[in-house]
């Protein structure tokens, strides 16, 4: 949704015309879920459909609509064999030209669901660091990515926001009930520190700490000698992204974190915990 606005900015300063192509219901097997949309210029396009014959097609109808050859409206489109695909669905598909009123809607409905994502805050910006950053960056979170070392960070993906601070006990208090948390500092009893405070409050849907099962061992340890409940330590996930692969390559862990992330903070089942004072 964020490249939708930023894009659509570059569209309209440019003022290029728009198409809207939306998903307006979906039935049985379907590769996009009814409210998915793209957005379609002459030459450019945004968002998907789902990809396939269906969203070739549409955008064939769409840049029709534009170029004045073909109009739009809504069609009901079976996703078999005639269609070159093997979903086995249907779906009605809206194609219509999006005037000034429909894309601030969309504008506004993006921004809506911007601020409705989780936050993720990510401790350091080591090597390790700065592949979650890059990995993480397209997910639909809110990631601020904190270390006090300016120099660590290096480019920083868009999207990402920076906290150049020592300041942990800020950033971890000002982190809104449901967010996520990853621990990976240079320094085990800095992570000890931040870990400990997270899994105190009690309210964070996922936190994550690097390291491994020795590790882990080893802080639960502490944690118990400090009086943190079993049922708070046992929510801690360390080692992260541990899917039984065993590759230590930054970039290989960050994927599987991500994957870990979307699973657990993004599509969690267990309802949001409670903060506790």
């Not at 409210?35 to 998907?48: C, E, H, I, Q, R």
């Not at 409705?116 to 350091?124: A, I, K």
């Not at 967010?179 to 964070?204: C, N, Q, W, Y």
């Amino acid at each position: 949704m964020d490249d939708i606005v930023s894009v659509l900015a570059e569209w309209r300063r440019a003022g290029w015309p728009v198409v809207r192509v939306s998903i307006r219901a979906a039935m049985g097997s379907t590769p996009r879920e009814a409210g998915s949309f793209m957005l379609v210029a002459p030459d450019a396009l945004v968002g998907t459909i789902g990809g396939g014959r269906l969203e070739w097609d549409c955008v064939a109808r769409a840049r029709a609509l534009l170029a004045g050859t073909g109009e739009g409206g809504e069609l009901e489109i079976p996703l078999g064999p005639e269609l070159g695909q093997c979903c086995g669905g249907r779906v009605r598909v809206r194609i219509e030209r999006a005037d000034e009123v429909l894309l601030d809607s969309i504008v506004r409905e993006a921004e809506r669901a911007r601020a409705g994502q989780p936050h993720l805050l990510l401790f350091g910006a080591g090597h390790v660091g700065r592949a979650l950053a890059r990995a993480l960056a397209p997910l639909p979170v809110r990631l601020l990515w904190i270390d006090p070392r300016a120099e660590e960070f290096g480019s920083v993906p868009e999207g990402v926001a920076v906290r150049m601070t020592e300041d942990w006990e800020g950033v971890l208090a000002a982190a809104p009930a449901g967010s996520g948390i990853l621990v990976l500092t240079p320094s085990h009893r800095l992570d000890a520190l931040i870990v400990g405070a997270a899994l105190e409050r009690g309210d964070f849907r996922y936190v994550g700490l690097i390291g491994s099962k020795t590790k882990r061992r080893g802080f639960e340890a502490g944690f118990r000698a400090v009086g943190l409940g079993a049922d708070r330590i046992a929510t801690l996930v360390c080692p992260i992204g541990d899917r039984g692969i065993r590759d230590k390559r930054p970039e290989i862990i960050a994927a599987l974190v991500a994957a870990e992330i979307v699973e657990r903070l993004l599509h969690g089942d267990d309802a949001m915990p409670e903060r506790h004072a």
